[in-house]
């Protein structure tokens, strides 16, 4: 997959307000139409409450809006399994079995990080959960806590990554992390895709440095029903070398070689977050070409038929 101009006509991975975006799925869409991005996909972190707000932006913007998500999966480090994340495209947001899920998935994450505020606050940290939550306006994450943490206490910190490099991260020295209650593996997450009625796509094989063979786990996700790869991301903003090449172009082409092995869907996304993350809009995605071909081979409708004319509306992924 080669470069492209930014902005890319489609971009398949951002994030709202719904869960760690600073925009809401409105101002996204209509941030996206901006931008001259035709295709967007909102895949906010294991929720869907933001799409239907987006769906109709979309249709007043004519963007044409992938329904989407990223779900977090459990670690499981005796399999090689660290941090894995899982992008799912064109699911039915009001599935039975997916609402359930993410039902059970939002109220783990409401008891994690709670409990994380409380060991956070039993360092003398004041950091009200209620504005947490406020703040979350859906599933709230580390970003919303570290946003709280610093407004209360502009003396203990001196920006947001200050506040995870003391307390937040991992292997912060005083780490809060607290592991939560309920979690999917890599393949119930697959399952659970594909019964919604979607595809299944591994976000950013680049990042999982904790993953020890990268190719071989991703071997194993394909054994499981894995769609496809985003293959196309901005490694350079991620501040790390990531794994495979010391440059992204390498890092690219290594994971579009390996999707090609294996015969799964290439993608590609920005990870835009709005001001809480450098990347931007369209920096990464698809090509109007390769997304013509991804659709194609998913059974999508490209773009939905308008009376002005083929790419002109607005619509979601429907099998044609």
């Keep these: 997959m080669a470069t492209h101009p930014n902005p890319y006509p489609v971009d398949l991975q951002t994030h709202s307000t719904r869960s760690d975006g600073t925009e809401s799925p409105a101002e996204l869409v209509a941030h996206a139409a901006r931008r001259g991005i035709r295709v967007l996909a909102l895949t906010d972190h294991d929720t869907v409450l933001g799409l239907r707000e987006a769906q109709e932006a979309a249709h007043r913007h004519r963007v044409y809006l992938v329904p989407g998500i990223e779900f977090s999966t459990r670690h499981e480090p005796e399999r090689d399994l660290l941090d894995i994340n899982i992008l799912g495209y064109g699911m039915d947001p009001d599935h039975p079995e997916l609402q359930e899920v993410l039902r059970r998935v939002m109220e783990s994450r409401l008891e994690q990080k709670i409990?994380?505020?409380?060991?956070?606050?039993?360092?003398?940290?004041?950091?009200?959960?209620?504005?947490?939550l406020a703040l979350a306006q859906g599933v709230p994450g580390r970003p919303h806590i570290a946003q709280v943490a610093l407004r209360h206490n502009p003396e203990r910190f001196s920006s947001l990554e200050d506040v995870f490099r003391q307390f937040l991260a991992s292997d912060a020295p005083h780490s809060t992390y607290v592991p939560r209650g309920f979690s999917l593996q890599v393949e119930e997450v697959i399952q659970l895709v594909h019964r919604a009625g979607g595809i299944a796509v591994l976000a950013h094989p680049g990042l999982y440095h904790r993953v020890q063979d990268v190719d071989a786990a991703i071997q194993r996700m394909v054994d499981a029903g894995l769609d496809g790869?985003?293959?196309?991301?901005?490694?350079?903003?991620?501040?790390?070398?990531?794994?495979?090449?010391?440059?992204e172009r390498e890092t690219v082409g290594h994971f579009a070689e390996v999707a090609r092995r294996h015969g799964l869907l290439m993608t590609g996304g920005s990870d835009y977050h709005g001001a809480r993350k450098a990347n931007r809009l369209g920096e990464a995605g698809l090509t109007w070409e390769e997304w013509e071909e991804l659709a194609g081979r998913v059974g999508w409708t490209a773009m939905p038929p308008t009376p002005e004319g083929p790419g002109a509306g607005s619509g979601s992924p429907r099998r044609s």
């Design 115 to 132: 409990r994380q505020i409380e060991r956070l606050q039993s360092y003398g940290i004041r950091v009200p959960v209620e504005e947490v």
């Design 229 to 247: 790869i985003e293959v196309r991301y901005p490694y350079y903003r991620a501040g790390r070398r990531p794994v495979h090449g010391t440059r």
